[in-house]
């Protein structure tokens, strides 16, 4: 644990919450654009959420403020520094890219804020930083650990071998990786991610993050993957049996909770890969419980693991299925391939499945996320009901 903040330090940076306020995104765009400098630290992040859309910009300002504003209560953001560490360990971030990310941050906040950069206030951010970057260290060499002691785990990165792909959809491939070395997998915790490190023609070595949609065991994880982006698309066009990927273990803070409710698992799109891998995982341990599986897409091309999902209800009695296509096509069957047509809405949630009493787990883009996880907010759900993750930079879903 590091050494505590100094009170002067406390005050400085609740001092320059306005300008954070008011400055925040020009710093984040300015670090970032002194990071990308270095090509090695531009693989670390994905592109697309950088430029025009400036997700990811957007996301770290946000993350700043929050900081700045709880300095003098930081239990409040554990839940963040978890997230932000899972994510590290994901990617393979070392102790000395911290000192990467606090040299651009530090010369950003100079950069935009000019002569209101007093050499008091970037040292109580230097100090401010290296505290929360000193917690997070420590976090992620706890995580590192348990990976490399975990019965089939490792540290760092392991050679697999994509054992077989299925196009699920027009849009979503799943890859089956197995280790090249023949070995045992870690088992994952459902809802769980691996990261992958990628070599694409032109361009540096690039990291990403894709959720496992199979039911834990020893031997492979399953991914599936939506064409979106140079990476997914490099893996949809090039990523064929046998091809060697370089992967860390499983993490992420988005898993399963039982808590003896009823169980609604909620997606949109591509969110659904790491809910199928809950639910496999639970009907295989509790063939009779209740579930509620809802879940959202475009129509017939986009719809994957609808076969599958038949079979599991046909299979078990407890499992309601409930799948909405936004603008069916004529080919697409009414009450075979799919439900309701338009979207997964609240007030049908809240009638039609006991979304009240149960754990809800959500996943699926920031729209839909910042429409449901308010929207049950208010409905009186209980913040230990409602379990979520979204695919892009974390972005207060409030705001969404």
């Known amino acids: ?11 400085i940076i609740k001092a320059t919450v306005p300008a954070l ?32 859309s400036d997700k990811q910009p957007r996301a770290l300002a946000g993350a700043v403020l929050a900081y700045a504003r709880n300095i003098d209560n930081l239990p409040a953001l554990a839940g963040a520094v978890e997230l932000i560490a899972q994510k ?31 050499p008091e206030i970037l040292a109580a951010w230097g100090e401010a930083y290296w505290f929360l970057a000193h917690l997070l260290i420590g976090r992620e060499a706890e995580i590192y650990q348990a990976h490399e002691a975990a019965p089939g785990g490792w540290k760092g990165w392991r050679d697999f071998v994509v054992a ?3 196009a699920e959809s027009a849009v979503i491939t799943s890859f089956l990786l197995r280790p090249a070395d023949g070995g045992k997998v870690m088992r994952h915790r459902p809802g769980e991610y691996l990261g992958l490190e990628l070599t694409i023609a032109g361009q540096p070595p690039m990291r990403r993050n894709y959720s496992i949609s199979s039911a834990p065991d020893d031997a492979d994880y399953r991914i599936s993957v939506r064409r979106d982006g140079l990476a997914s698309c490099w893996l949809h066009d090039h990523a064929v049996a046998g091809t060697r990927l370089r992967v860390a273990a499983p993490a992420g803070d988005f898993m399963l909770r039982e808590s003896g409710r009823p169980i609604v698992l909620l997606s949109g799109g591509v969110g659904q890969t790491p809910l199928l891998s809950m639910l496999e995982d639970l009907l295989a341990r509790r063939p009779e419980a209740e579930l509620h599986w809802v879940h959202g897409t475009l129509d017939g091309t986009t719809h994957a693991f609808g076969a599958r999902l038949r079979e599991l209800a046909a299979r078990h009695p407890g499992l309601r299925v409930t799948t909405f296509y936004e603008v069916p096509r004529p080919q697409d069957r009414f009450g075979e391939d799919f439900d309701l047509a338009g979207r997964p809405s609240l007030a049908w949630l809240l009638s039609e499945t006991p ?5 809800i787990h959500l996943c699926g883009p920031r729209p839909f996320l910042g429409y449901f996880v308010p929207g049950l907010q ?13 695919f892009g930079p974390a972005e207060a879903l409030q705001a969404a």
Not at 1 to 11: F, H, K
Not at 34 to 51: C, K, M, V
């Open 355 to 359: 979304a009240r009493e149960a754990d």
């Open 88 to 118: 590290h360990v994901s990617l393979d971030i070392q102790p000395e890219h911290y000192e990467s990310v606090a040299t651009a941050l530090l010369g950003a906040i100079g950069e935009v804020l000019g002569e209101a950069a007093t």
């Open 21 to 52: 306020e008011a400055h925040g995104l020009d710093i984040t765009r300015a670090m970032y654009a002194r990071l990308f400098q270095d090509p090695a630290i531009r693989g670390l992040f994905n592109q697309s959420h950088q430029g025009a």
């Open 378 to 390: 208010a409905a009186g759900l209980a913040a230990d009901q409602l379990h979520y993750e979204f």
């Open 164 to 166: 077989e792909r299925v």
């Open 1 to 11: 644990m590091p050494a505590p903040l100094s009170d002067a330090t406390i005050q």
